[in-house]
């Protein structure tokens, strides 16, 4: 070991990096299971059934928010590294982009909250 | 005189490290320390520095695990509890204590054609450089660099990959690419293009983060990856 570790990681585009490459491994784990599961209607049905009990369950449920966050983050950590490699915009424009978008989905969302 | 004194950890080696109790002083900079050392409490202390305001670019090490320019770093920008650890610059051979070997980055600056393709003589007029047009502003973004290896200690992808270039070649290509002097397009975009070229970089940041300059090696390198994907796609047509 050495004296002093590597503390350069402490920044918001290197904790972006990190979260967008664990997402993605996360979502690499799952998703060979949920495509076998998902052939399961073809081969299995009563089995699907069983599967899909499960998620009545609580921990279950919870494990589905997780889900849906990997994806989320790892799809907005997509979108984020192409807009900033392939649009040359300057700092300024990137942040109210990424405001602008960030308050359109509060809004969609607050409507669909609305709607259900 | 001084107040008080700081505990300065200062690696000598993969596992080994002194501990030197170091005088504090007003506007004291982490080179100030590293030199107080040398000269007062251990003689065989090695270090590297030239120009002591930030021009040489030959200074950097690691300071708390963080790379920076520690001629114009303060003490008092560092401090935790008073005390400091001081490395040598991470992903480059340590030659001693903290003396890194620069070749390997100085290397990859040429690999990445970070040289000049001149195709006029001296009988030629000069070529004129327009100020204002967008090629020499994204020229001029980066011709501030000093070579000092800050970014390249900084990057993980350097530290996973031994043959990426490294944010200050692939940024050096990029304001060549850009210079209306330069005629070395082909040999730029073929060079950064290969295996360990622009498109290793992952967009971590740390280059942009801690470059003491505040220039942008990430923004220069997304836009090598643009240029090699466009030239990539217009062969292809």
Redesign the interface.
């Given at each position: 070991m050495r004296a002093a570790g590597i503390t350069s990681r402490a920044h918001p585009l290197w904790l972006a990096y990190i979260l967008h490459r664990l997402s993605g491994l996360g979502l690499a784990l799952f998703l060979p299971v949920h495509f076998w599961i998902l052939s399961l209607a073809l081969t299995d049905p009563t089995r699907l059934d069983g599967f899909l009990a499960l998620t009545d369950i609580g921990a279950v449920k919870l494990a589905e928010v997780g889900l849906v966050f990997l994806l989320a983050v790892h799809m907005f950590g997509g979108l984020r590294l192409m807009a900033m490699e392939w649009l040359p915009w300057t700092p300024p424009q990137k942040t109210l982009a990424a405001g602008a978008t960030a308050l359109s989905f509060l809004i969609a969302t607050l409507f669909l909250m609305q709607a259900v | 005189m001084t107040a008080h004194s700081l505990k300065v950890?200062i690696?000598r080696g993969?596992?080994t490290?002194d501990v030197f109790d170091v005088p504090a002083y007003e506007s004291q900079t982490v080179l100030d320390v590293v030199s107080w050392v040398q000269q007062n409490a251990d003689p065989t202390l090695s270090y590297r520095f030239a120009c002591r305001v930030g021009m040489c670019g030959s200074c950097a090490m690691?300071v708390?695990?963080?790379?920076r320019w520690t001629c114009r770093t303060h003490m008092s920008k560092v401090l935790k509890d008073n005390a400091v650890?001081i490395?040598p610059l991470?992903n480059l051979p340590v030659v001693k204590d903290l003396v890194v070997d620069m070749d390997p980055f100085f290397d990859k600056w040429v690999g990445a054609e970070g040289v000049h393709h001149g195709t006029l003589t001296r009988d030629d007029p000069i070529a004129p450089v327009d100020e204002t047009s967008e090629a020499r502003i994204e020229a001029n973004a980066g011709i501030e660099c000093i070579n000092c290896s800050v970014c390249y200690?900084?990057c993980?992808t350097v530290a996973g990959n031994p043959d990426y270039l490294g944010p200050a070649a692939l940024q050096r290509a990029w304001t060549l690419l850009n210079d209306a002097k330069d005629e070395g397009r082909v040999a730029i975009l073929d060079a950064v293009s290969g295996s360990g070229g622009c498109h290793n970089c992952?967009?971590?940041?740390?280059c942009?983060?801690?470059c003491p300059n505040d220039l942008d090696p990430?923004?220069a390198i997304?836009?090598l990856?643009?240029e090699t994907a466009k030239s990539f796609f217009r062969r292809g047509r």
């Open positions: - | 950890t690696e993969p596992d490290w690691m708390n695990g963080v790379p650890t490395g991470r200690a900084a993980d992952h967009s971590m940041g740390s942009t983060t801690y990430m923004s997304a836009g990856k643009r």
